[in-house]
């Protein structure tokens, strides 16, 4: 009961501070997230002092390598956290905008006005950065906001929310608008999960089982930023030395993130001459390749697939491969198999690739680009929070004006209704 | 089981027509809508007969008289229906526009698509006019329909559903793509809304106690057409005349919708004025006065007020009044008692107007003009949907653009990350 009083009243807290965060001029809001730029800088030293206590418990714990690797706080990355709060203060802000001012036929002005969604929870795991990025992207867009980190991560989380929350005090503005919960009480997700009065939307930023714990709990619209079974369609009328540079730039330049190529499939017309091509190029870059039986006929360098590698994320370097009779069968293994992230089709033949985009719904459809672009800066949005996958306010890539939504404007001069 | 098996079906079925539906063109949408209307108008005494089923049974179950009046299909009622899918097909279709088209600096092209959402679920009850309407707004925006009335209803949803699958039929299109759920067991609903593999929205309609226990059950993200309690603020620089036309219409136009006001605001230095004139004439109109405490001593015709009184959604010939000492106190009244739907000040001071729009983030606000214009055809959306409380996806009144969603476009001409 302890811990669902503390949870109410970090939640009440953030919903008071949103209101005032709510009415910034933009003016101020990238002050604060310059002078947070600043601050974080300053504490070098100290940031590094308490991420030594997060580390040392780590390695106590035998956690793997690459995952101590995630929690490290050097200078370097100190100075990025501050870099990005310096971009996100560059970008435009969203909050104001009105658009599609109409007259109505009785005399009343009508239009939207962009708002602050009010209160954002943020669940996340490992990285410390996150907590520096998010609360930016958040307090930019006139939100406050709620910042829950891995227990791994406790000591950096709260000390880089410390020195944030001192900016926001030494500005006269709520420190409640920035909260770092680090207790270390289990159920404080899932009592902040229930707040749905005061938080507007959650986060979740991590594994898969983190992700389905906070939308199987929450009472709150929860923007889910799931897998990536990202496919390539290599059409017959494709230039196979752009599809072959696409694929291996789509797979292997960052194979851990989730816009990265997992599945490729080719066209029958091609696939003799394209897939030992592709064969050579990826196994140059040690990419194990796992076939359909067709392609395991064309190439004896492929493992055989199993139904499974279909619809895996690999996240490393490993391909599935299956060769299709066209582009309605590709199209159909997409839908069966796909998570919505993005999906590519290189070809040149102009009627299908207008049939790609219009007739696959993924939140990314791309035409002779390596799926590598799916990402916020890449597509223009500036920094992202994420990718939903989830189609529901935000589909794709998420900047500062997914974390708004819009009223209506209603400007008259005494009308009422007949 | 046997019920799980059922919606498990009903949910696959729809989500593979949702495929064909979204791809369809403008024109056989609108071909679509106009021949449904034709088929109901002709089917009005097969209707009757149906509605007369549900009409005994309620009469037999002492259902209240109001809420038969609201289930009876007479021609004019059904003519209502037609009407309203001719006017939807008469509305620009929102599938396929592409916004905000960019080059990038290494020459992809960026834009975004507006697509359907896919699979929307609408759970309602009473009014059967909501199955024809619901699915003419969902067809007519490339999605596919799951329609699950209240059983009070069922045998007229039924004949509906049935009528407007024929036209699908008729036009060689799925007739999943509309499907009513008309099994009496309680437990449909339970099991739709896990579906989220299939389903992506549910939108409730109806009572509180229906939107709360899909809000709670659903896995499926849930846009909430919750309670009204309108706010209308008279400030000191009102025009005392315009503040008593736009008070009136907006409590006794209609009092039994969600955009009629609850509650009337006044400002202390115009109280002793304009209380008495705004008594009079709601007293001339039958609407009952609660007042806080200073109202009651300025104009002796008022009740006390009770707290719960703040909060009310009377839906009936009740007002609450209260003076405040200022436009803060009647924001911060809004805060603390409002529903985020729509609110209204009245006043000639332009610095204040601006400051309620801004300051005030319901999902309507307005200057000088009756709140009963928060509605989907008199904001100029066409048909609506409903009425959204909660902010995520879409925030007041819901048009046809609201059951869509958008996904990046890329062009590409071989472009690979660097």
Redesign the interface.
């Known amino acids: 009961m302890a811990i669902r009083k503390e949870m109410i009243e970090v939640a009440v807290a953030s919903r008071k501070a949103s ?1 005032q965060m ?2 910034l001029s933009s003016g101020i809001k990238n002050k604060l997230l310059l002078q947070m730029a600043t601050a974080l800088e300053a504490a070098q030293k100290q940031l590094k002092v308490e991420n030594e206590k997060d580390l040392s418990r780590a390695r106590e714990n035998k956690m793997a390598p690459a995952m101590v690797d995630r929690l490290v706080l050097t200078d370097e990355r100190i100075g990025a956290m501050a870099a990005g709060l310096r971009e996100v203060a560059a970008l435009p802000d969203p909050v ?1 905008e009105i658009t599609g001012m ?1 007259l ?1 036929p009785n005399g ?1 002005q ?1 239009g939207r ?1 962009r ?4 209160v954002i929870g943020i669940i996340y795991e490992s990285r410390p950065n996150v907590t520096a990025d998010a609360a930016g992207l958040c307090l930019k867009s006139g939100n406050a906001v709620i910042l829950r980190g891995g227990s791994e991560a406790l000591h950096s989380n709260r000390a880089i929310g410390t020195i944030l929350q001192q900016v926001l005090q030494d500005m006269d503005l709520p420190q409640a608008a920035l909260q770092v919960v680090t207790t270390s009480d289990r159920d404080a997700v899932k009592e902040l999960l229930q707040r749905d009065q005061e938080i ?2 959650i986060i979740p930023r991590g594994g898969e089982g983190l992700i389905r714990f906070v ?2 709990t929450s ?1 709150i ?1 929860v ?1 889910k930023h799931d897998q990536g079974v990202c496919h390539t369609y290599v059409d017959a009328a494709a ?1 196979l030395q ?1 599809a072959e ?2 694929c ?3 797979k292997v ?1 960052r194979p851990g993130v989730c816009n990265a190529m997992e599945t490729l499939l080719i066209h029958r017309d091609i696939a003799a001459e394209f897939l030992p091509l592709v064969t050579k190029s990826m196994g140059a870059q040690g990419v194990e390749l796992r076939g359909c039986r067709e392609a395991c006929k064309i190439s004896s360098e492929l493992l055989p697939a199993a139904e499974d590698d279909w619809s895996a994320e690999y996240l490393e370097l490993i391909l599935a491969v299956r060769i299709v009779d066209s582009y309605e069968q590709a199209r159909e293994h997409i ?1 069966t198999y796909g998570s919505l992230h993005t999906e590519v089709i290189v070809t040149n033949d102009y009627r299908l690739s207008q049939q790609f ?3 696959i ?10 799926s ?3 990402d916020g800066n ?3 949005l500036g920094a992202e929070i994420g990718i939903s996958t ?4 935000s ?3 998420m900047g500062l004006e997914d974390l708004t ?13 007949e």
Chains 1, 2 share one sequence.
Do not use: C, W, Y
């Open positions: 209101r709510a009415n104001g109409r109505r009343i009508v006005q708002i602050p969604l009010g507007d939307l939308a199987e009472r619209p923007i230039d752009m540079q696409i291996i730039n789509a330049q839908e985009l219009r007739e719904n993924s939140s990314v459809v791309m035409v002779n680009a390596s590598r672009f799916s890449q597509l223009g989830s189609k529901l306010h589909f794709g890539p939504t819009r009223k209506f404007v209603v400007l008259g001069d005494g009308q009422i209704r």
